[in-house]
C-alpha cells in the first residue's frame, strides 16, 4: 500500500513523527546543565517513549543528586567477576543530542549485543570491552591495557568473531608495551559521531538473517543515516530504562558485588600469548 500510494509509514498509521528541530542562524546549540532539560524544553514532550521516560528519570535523580549509574556486569561479559561500569548522568546528555558518545555507553551497547546473541543462541561472537580497552590506554596505560587485550582474547579463544568496539581501527602489536595505532573509522569528518558508528557497525557484522531482525537491525543501504543513529538512540534509551534502571532489570546494581577474579599477573614473555 505505501508503496502504491508513496505514503510514509507514519501516515499509513496515523502517528506522527517527532519534530526535528533546526537550529536557526545565530542561535547557540542547547547546552548541558545538572539538573535542567537534555533538549530544549519545548521538544521535552516529542521524545520517542524511551527517551521521554529517561529523561523523566534523569530530572527526577538530579533533584536527588544522583551523579552516575552504575550497571552491573557479570564475570561471563568481561570477565573481571562482578564490577560496575560508571555511566556519568552527564554522558546522557551526548546521547539525546546525538554528538559524541562515552566508552561508557558503548561497553553498554556491547552488553546489548551480549542480551541479544544470547537470545538467540549465538555462542561464537565475542567483546573486547570498551570500558577497559580504548584509544587513550594505549598511549597512556600500554602495559595494563595489553595485558587486559591478553585476557580478553585468551578467555574466548574458542569465538570465531571478537570485536574491538572503541574506534581503535587496526591495532598493531610493536613489542611489549608499545602498540602502534593508526585510528580510524567508517564515519563522517567532521562530526562526533564515531561512536554511533561503531555501534552501527557491531549490530550489522553481528546479525545473522534478515528473517530474524529487530526493529532495528535493518538493511543498511535502505535505512537514512540520520534514522540509524535515531534507533540508536532509542534503543539504548530501553537498555538503560528496562536493564539497568528497572530494579529487575538484569544489569541492575542492588548494592551488591560477587569478588573479583582478574587475573592481573598475565606473564608477557609466557609463550601461550606469542
Known amino acids: 500500500m505505501m508503496k502504491e500510494t508513496g505514503l510514509s509509514l507514519a ?11 533546526v537550529i536557526k542562524a545565530g542561535e547557540e546549540k542547547w547546552k548541558y546543565k545538572y539538573g535542567e532539560p537534555l533538549v530544549r524544553p519545548d521538544l521535552v514532550r516529542s521524545l520517542l517513549t524511551q527517551m521521554f521516560k529517561l529523561h523523566r528519570w534523569y530530572i527526577e535523580a538530579c533533584k536527588e543528586g544522583t551523579q552516575f549509574i552504575n550497571v552491573k556486569i557479570k564475570d561471563e561479559h568481561y570477565f573481571r567477576g562482578e564490577d560496575l561500569i560508571n555511566i556519568d548522568v552527564e554522558e546522557l546528555y551526548q ?18 549485543d551480549m542480551l541479544r546473541h544470547k537470545r538467540e543462541g549465538v555462542y561464537d561472537i565475542g567483546f573486547i570491552d570498551p570500558y577497559v580497552v580504548h584509544s587513550t590506554n594505549i598511549v597512556d596505560q600500554a602495559e595494563e591495557m595489553e595485558r587486559n587485550i591478553l585476557r580478553f582474547l585468551g578467555k574466548q579463544a574458542h569465538k570465531t568473531k571478537i570485536f574491538f568496539p572503541y574506534c581503535l581501527g587496526k591495532v598493531h602489536f610493536k613489542r611489549a608495551g608499545e602498540w602502534k595505532v593508526p585510528l580510524s573509522v567508517n564515519a563522517n569528518k567532521g ?3 564515531c561512536a554511533f558508528y561503531v555501534a552501527e557497525s557491531i549490530m550489522s557484522r553481528g546479525q545473522r538473517t534478515y528473517s530474524a531482525l529487530s ?3 535493518y538493511r543498511r543501504d535502505r535505512v537514512a543515516e540520520e534514522d540509524k543513529h535515531k534507533a540508536i538512540q532509542k534503543v539504548l534509551a530501553g537498555l538503560l530504562n528496562d536493564k ?3 530494579p529487575k532489570g538484569e544489569h541492575c546494581y542492588d548494592g551488591r558485588l560477587g569478588p573479583a577474579s582478574v587475573d592481573y599477573n598475565i606473564d608477557l614473555d609466557d609463550p601461550n600469548f606469542d
Do not use: H, M
Not at 501516515?11 to 528541530?21: D, I, L, R
Open 11 to 21: 501516515k499509513v498509521t496515523g502517528q506522527k513523527s517527532p519534530p526535528k528541530y
Open 95 to 112: 546521547l539525546f543530542q546525538r554528538d559524541a558518545l562515552d566508552k561508557s555507553l558503548v561497553s553498554c551497547w556491547c552488553l546489548l
Open 191 to 193: 562530526t562526533n559521531l
Open 215 to 217: 526493529d532495528l537491525e
Open 244 to 246: 539497568i534502571l528497572d
